[in-house]
């Protein structure tokens, strides 16, 4: 495995790259992170501090603005797996940037860092992100029930997506 964290990524319309402070108010507002701006500054802050080799965190620009954010929550050298998740502006969805962010992001770790398995937990309800991890190459592999709690304190069934080296090799 090739250990060489979050590297810029460029695609025909985007621009994946670290996340900066200067990007704390635009994820604030494009992404939600922190329930204010303060707490925006704090998580920004985290991430940036977080980055070595074995982190995967990008900013997704378009046109020099961040419109979401894409990374990997899990990382396992031993079992050589990814666990990816993402987000991205109401403004910026089903315009195709979220899939061509993430087939990139997949195309990176399977080819460049020599990631043997990606994985995307998907609340089972939300069509639109079902459709982007499809259109990455992403099968269903099964669900989980009552996986996720909603701020309303329910749960919510995930299914799990993935792609193996493999299946991204043929």
Request: proline residues 1%.
């Amino acid at each position: 495995m090739n250990l060489i964290g979050t590297q810029p990524i460029t695609t025909e319309r985007l621009v994946l790259r670290k996340i900066t402070m200067e990007d704390t108010q635009q994820l604030h507002e494009v992404d939600g992170i922190g329930n204010t701006l303060e707490e925006a500054r704090s998580i920004v802050q985290m991430m940036v501090d977080s980055y070595d080799d074995r982190t995967f965190h990008w900013a997704i620009t378009h046109q020099n603005a961040v419109i979401g954010r894409i990374k990997i929550n899990e990382f396992s050298t031993r079992d050589s797996y990814a666990d990816v998740a993402y987000g991205i502006g109401s403004a910026y969805r089903s315009k195709g940037f979220m899939t061509e962010a993430l087939q990139a992001v997949i195309r990176f770790l399977l080819q460049d860092v020599g990631v043997h398995r990606m994985y995307a937990q998907v609340r089972a309800s939300n069509l639109p992100s079902i459709k982007v991890v499809q259109k990455a190459g992403m099968v269903l592999e099964g669900s989980m029930r009552q996986h996720f709690m909603e701020a309303d304190g329910t749960y919510v069934d995930v299914n799990i997506y993935g792609i193996l080296q493999e299946d991204f090799d043929t």
